[in-house]
């Protein structure tokens, strides 16, 4: 359901074909992945986690030979990185580099170009011009190769930089490739392939294997952990309605982060959610703190079955939450709202931590401003 | 895209593609709220189910089912819309076969969210550039008010239908890109005195099959519309075409909207929000930069959903019927029924009041009609069945079937016991033999298989072919049963199965003079002879009838007449239990 970033290795080998003589190198398995590379041969390792501007970075190593590559990539590994790239070295002059990026669009193909490449084309933005698959001046044979792969392999941007075109040849030094997600069941590439650029907080990480285990989607982003406001939210568009709420009111620096579920997920999903965001919470160093648990109307999520899993977290923590004096605000419609409403409006208030409940009959954000209100008081 | 007008004289049929249940039935409340006769839902493409029970007002409705697209295009002969909730995987697939089945209809909404990209391209090169109005992926679909309601747009509860205005048109168009947020605006709408004149979610998905700047054409276009109020989310550059819209002029109506996701401006990284599109990857693709844009090019845009809504009550109120409805109270019913009921002239069985059969005299042409759960359409069909119930009413006391009905009298046994004794009794080796000969001629002409090879098939089982043979008739011995029936050949046009079945017979008889075509396999094939070409029943409906066991009935029925006159003659004859003698059994 959307595009993710697919490791360089991965990527070259789909664009490559058999002859692509990269080699992948993981944390885990090290001494195997080494045993691959040739003795004879000179190596350049680069870290193979979406990242950008890798030399700039210094996440590159240059001219490393086999028996090298072992400390090599540890002193890559120790910056926190557990995925790498090896490729023989390929001798070249930088005015041979070009750029090169291909775009799914709804009217076909996007093809940017530059006869400079590297990080000259950075220099020279103005270098970069659309062009056909007709006219890119770029061997036919590469441009057919490159579409044709992007159709059979679900590609939705391929950017090559650099891109060295010798006579009929092309070679891809390095590439970045955004997959269709929605596309994997006909692809050769998997979940395993799809690299990320930012490093997870011990949430985040729980949250995505929760996610990689149901049904039901999940998902947290980290802003602040020591903020004081604490949202779980739910439904595509309104979480990030509500989620705005507090930037529309020029209070981003009060927002902990991001999270939001949908897909109907059942109480004991929601339990292990709950729990962990709110243990994540109970850590903030904010004098003040509010819990938001807010959605749009459901069409078919069952409200009091989402209550339940809440209220569950909530009790085994509840002394914590009150010692604190977390207060909650929380605004949901859809099936079941009178029942489940009922149900958490009275367990916040016989535990005094009720901030306010609405249904269907409030403005979806208005318990944003209520739960600003009580930490800013 | 078509005209909301346009879509506004349709009666708006639909074909529903996979099953959803609360979709389907929030679609039909919508229908019966409008004061629609009849729900827009002609039919539901799902494999296991011939038909579904669905609330209709406060009553039921059956809404049928058939498992492929072919099989419902058979049956139905236009609709205009589409709603298809097949998976992500399906969608293209299932998109196609509807317009293959279905070239004029108008378009149809897609609601499954993981739709891979190359495939909502490929349909919207298809389709949409070439006049269909495709509303996803993803999403809720479409609404007009009053007319079509094409996906779950509007509400899911008829509570929500009713609260909504949704009856009749308004002049607000709502236009988003989520679809929780459409119905929530929708609810501000209409809480404050407006109605919509219509409402359409695009989806979150990066390539929406209709896209705002089609969306913001066809509410500039539309005669009911006044206000155009507009969702939107970071990512992408659809807003950017809006802005050329509102500043060239080609739309002109007020506009009224929220951009959402400034919340991803204070991350390092760009965040992906929960819909694909929802991921700002430079600068113009944030939430600030569209509400400038926005801004600048005319449009009222809100800072705060606090403010949309104050705007959104600040329009000019429309003047709207109050007619509320309510749909309190009903419960789905156990099972069906669709033989008999009671209606307030007494009882009705098989269509016809109890009276009205009386009058009409005919006993054959009643149990025709409730065999077949309709009159029949020729009177050559109720002629058989009254010729196969007079030729099998009885076949004499040996038989297993009256000899138990017998035993069990003697017994002193009651009425319903000894007939229940002799019916038990009836299955594969007595009597049961019309289905399974009707099974036989049906696979054996649909599959166009050779009699030789057919036969050749059983003797090497050494398996008897239902239907074939008789103890006392042979070649030149003719039951004079079968020769009744098979004068029945004589008044149809075509009698396929019983040419079949009589190929078999010239084939058997040569290799055993008693292996002739009997009672039993000529009523199965002059049965399904009729039926297809009298009553016009397609393949797959002969084939649930014999899978039902239909063609057991017509010799069901008749005989328990026969056991009946056994056990009464019995009782007048009060023999005594029965035993059998000691001779009659061979003690091993």
Redesign the interface.
Known sequence: MARVKLSEYRAKSLLVGEVYNGVCLHSETLEQDIEKLDEHASYIIKVDQGMKKRGKQGLLRLNVTAPEAQPAVQSLAEKGFTRFIAEPMLPHDDSEECYVSFERTRDGIKIMYSEHGGVTVEDKPESVREYSIDDVPLPKLFVQHVTEVMNNQHMSFVEINPLLVRGEECLLLDAAVLVDSAGEYESSWNQNDIVSTETLSKLEQAIKDLNNNSPASFSFKLLNPDASLWMQLMGGGACITIADEASNQHKTQYVAGYGEYSGGPNTEEIYLYTSRVLDQMLESRASKKAFIIAGGAANFSDVKVMFKGVIQAMKERQARLSSQNIKVFVRRAGPNETEGLALISEYLHRNEIFGSVHGSETVLTDVVSEALEYVDA | MRSIEEIRNKPGTCLVLGNYR?GIQAILDFDHLCGKEAPSIKAIVTAGTKFQKYFWGKGEVLIPCFPTMLAAADAIESVEWMFNINS??RARQTTIEFFDAFPSALGGHIFA??????HA?EL?ERYQKKGKTLVGTAG?GLLVPGYLKLG?VG???WR?LEKNNLKESGSVAVL??????I??II??VASTSHGISFALCFG????PLTSPKDAFLAAQDDSQTKHIVY?G??GGYDEYELVELMKSGAVSKPVIC?I????????D?P??????K??AGNKSET?SAKRAALTEAGAIVA????EF?ERIAGIEKDELKEEAMSLDGRSASLFTSTISKETENGYEFAGSSLPDWAHEGDIALQICSALLGKHPQSQITVDFIRTVFLLSVDHGPQVSGALNTIVTARAGKNLVDSLAAGLMTIGPRFGGAVSGAANEWLSGVTEAKDPAEHIESYAKVKKYIAGIGHKKYRVGLEDPRTAILAKFSNRLPNHRYYDYAKAIEAITTTKKGSLILNVDGTIAALMLDILESEEHYSHQELKELVDADFFNALFVIPRIVGFTAHYLDQKRLDEGLFRLPDDDVLLG
Request: charged share 20%; no cysteine.
């Open positions: 609360p992500g995987r969210e993981d739709v891979p990209e190359k391209i919207y809720v779950v509400g899911a509860d929500q988003s890109a989520s679809g929780g947020m119905n929530e609810t501000m979150g998905d990066r390539f969702y989310e970071l929220y959402s996701g400034v919340i991803g401006e204070a991350f990284e965040v992906q929000f929960g819909h694909a929802a991921l939430a800072h705060s959903m606090k809504s």
